[in-house]
């Protein structure tokens, strides 16, 4: 199972930003690659982003937003949000919820 998962909401609309497509990066050698690509649940959520634990390392959690505004015809400042992190204990479960707005967006270490 995953030890990466998020949620994502729109706090705009003060509801889960659901179907928006996000994906996670892996530094490797410079360059980044992807691992995996999903789109939140009715929830906002994207709870398997992959289907195994991901090792320590440096990674990046990014969230389509310009398609997410543009389907509800919403104009954005942010193209796409970026959660870039480090990997430091494989063992743990990192959540990394977002929050957004047309103008705006934030995440923290969620549980």
């Known amino acids: 199972m995953s030890n ?3 949620h994502i909401l729109d706090t705009s ?7 928006m ?8 050698d410079g360059q980044w690659r992807t691992l995996a690509e999903s789109h939140t649940d009715a929830d906002g959520r ?4 992959t289907p195994d634990s991901l090792p320590a390392g440096h990674y990046r959690l990014s969230a389509d937003l310009g398609a997410y505004f543009a389907a ?3 104009a954005t400042l942010y193209a796409t949000a970026i959660i870039d ?6 063992a743990q479960h990192y959540h990394l919820p977002l929050l957004i707005s047309p103008y705006s967006y934030s995440t923290y270490r969620g549980s």
């Open 4 to 6: 990466i998962s998020t």
């Open 46 to 49: 994207a709870r398997d982003l």
């Open 72 to 74: 509800d015809r919403r």
């Open 21 to 28: 497509r996000v994906w996670l990066e892996q530094q490797q």
């Open 85 to 90: 992190f480090v990997i430091n204990d494989a």
């Open 13 to 19: 609309l003060g509801k889960p930003a659901a179907g």
